[in-house]
């Protein structure tokens, strides 16, 4: 796929969806609809941005992809998950009472995910949600 492509407006909206189709099926712990939207050899690619020493944990596979992000993105006490632009792109934006903890940003391969990009480093996410 060109770069061309990745930025016309219906890759645009077809990433919005699954990003949003992503939250809901976490969020609500449907672990069935979020397999069938991660792409077979999906990857979690998790940094937890510190830096001092290189934290980057990396999940293969649907099935552990997916509890990960049920994990991540299910609502507990004080938790939101909100759809915002990150690397202006559709993506995601956790935060805990107003303050972000995490951006995660999300790459599509034949409308599949295949790699979830979380960043946990609030200090940069405070600046401009960059991942």
């Not at 934006?93 to 107003?98: I, L």
């Given at each position: 796929m060109s770069l061309i492509a990745l930025r016309t407006?219906?890759?645009r909206g077809r990433r919005r969806r699954t990003v949003g189709a992503l939250r809901a099926a976490a969020s609500s712990r449907d672990l069935r609809r979020l397999r069938e939207l991660l792409a077979p050899d999906v990857a979690v690619v998790v940094d937890a941005g510190e830096?001092?020493?290189?934290?980057?944990?990396?999940?293969?596979?649907?099935?552990?992809?997916?509890?990960?992000?049920?994990?991540?993105?299910?609502?507990?006490?004080?938790?939101?998950?909100?759809?915002r632009p990150v690397n202006d792109r559709p993506g995601l934006?956790?935060?805990?009472?107003?303050r972000p903890t995490a951006a995660i940003a999300v790459d599509l391969a034949d409308r599949l995910v295949s790699v979830v990009w979380v960043r946990l480093d609030p200090a940069p996410l405070r600046r401009g949600m960059a991942v």
């Open positions: 407006p219906t890759h830096p001092d020493r290189a934290k980057v944990r990396v999940v293969h596979g649907p099935d552990d992809a997916s509890l990960l992000l049920v994990h991540a993105l299910s609502a507990r006490d004080g938790q939101e998950v909100a759809e934006v956790v935060s805990r009472g107003g």
